[in-house]
């Protein structure tokens, strides 16, 4: 198996002192990842001041039924663009499959059915990606910037977004309070 292979479909976590304070704790569900780059969405945590209502309402769909929730700070790349991460039991041509974290939508079409009642039965929403060039997630990776996890559902779609981050170290069974912010060399 590939690097990339491994990384599609699993949750990066920032490393502890990784240098950039945009990824401070950052919990990134990994999408796409191969020799071209790496695409991935930040759930670890909401954009301040956006709710999913505000969006359908800025987009013309009526809420409808859609619960009003916080909006996930996806990334720095594009912060206008929207993507919801969602459960396998909705789909169009365009939707990109996630491995075991699910499906990614970006149309209106999805927000749509969510507002109808209609759309994925688990979803999450988020403004933004985290995007690398070819070999820069690699590199970064080599010098102890990520920690690729599994995913774990129930940090995934259980867990409150402030909390994924040592969630998902604890689902590893690795306790984050021990992690250092310093590496060595041998």
């Known amino acids: ?10 949750i990066l976590l920032a490393m ?11 919990v990134i ?17 909401y954009r301040e001041g956006v709710r999913f ?19 996930h700070e996806g990334g720095p790349v594009e912060p206008g663009r929207g993507f919801v991460l969602h459960s396998d039991d909705w ?3 365009a939707t ?7 499906l990614v939508s970006a149309s209106l079409e999805v927000l749509r059915a969510i507002a109808a009642g209609e759309g ?15 070999g820069q997630l690699d590199n970064e990776m080599r010098h102890h910037g990520w920690y690729a996890a599994a995913c774990h559902p129930e940090v995934l779609w259980n867990t409150p977004a402030e909390k994924r981050w040592t969630a998902a170290w604890r689902a590893e069974g690795i306790d984050p309070a021990l992690l250092s912010s310093q590496t060595g060399r041998a």
């Open 53 to 71: 209502h505000e969006i359908l309402t800025e987009l013309d769909i009526d809420p409808g039924v859609a619960p009003d929730c916080g909006v």
């Open 120 to 134: 994925p039965s688990r979803w999450l929403i988020a403004l933004g990606f985290a995007g690398w060039a070819s």
């Open 1 to 10: 198996m590939t690097q990339a292979e491994y990384l599609d479909g699993r």
């Open 29 to 45: 569900a990994m999408i796409r990842h191969d020799e071209n780059g790496a695409f991935g969405i930040g759930i670890g945590g």
């Open 16 to 26: 502890p002192g990784m240098g950039d304070p945009r990824f401070d704790h950052a």
């Open 91 to 93: 789909r169009e041509e």
């Open 96 to 102: 990109l499959d996630a491995g075991p974290l699910g």
